[in-house]
């Protein structure tokens, strides 16, 4: 499947994917990630059920605090 992530084409394998799966597909666990698709702001509690599909737009922000 192709989705957009980030602003950029992203090609993965099947045709859905588990939000999970797709940041584990990047080597992204960054403890503070933000995951947005198709402007959804989706929960970390949902992305082992929430999916992404062909076409989908996926968001992750990854927050950095300092001091």
């Known amino acids: 499947m192709?989705?957009?992530l980030n602003g950029e084409s992203a090609e993965l394998a099947g045709r859905e994917a588990a939000?999970?799966?797709v940041?584990?597909?990047?080597g992204w666990s960054f403890p503070l990630i933000i995951v947005k698709v198709n402007g959804n702001l989706v929960r970390r509690e949902d992305w082992d059920a929430f999916t992404v599909r062909d076409g989908d737009s996926m968001e992750a922000i990854h927050l950095v605090s300092g001091g």
């Not at 940041?23 to 990047?26: E, P, V």
């Open 2 to 4: 192709t989705i957009t």
């Open 19 to 21: 939000v999970r799966a």
């Open 23 to 26: 940041l584990a597909s990047k």
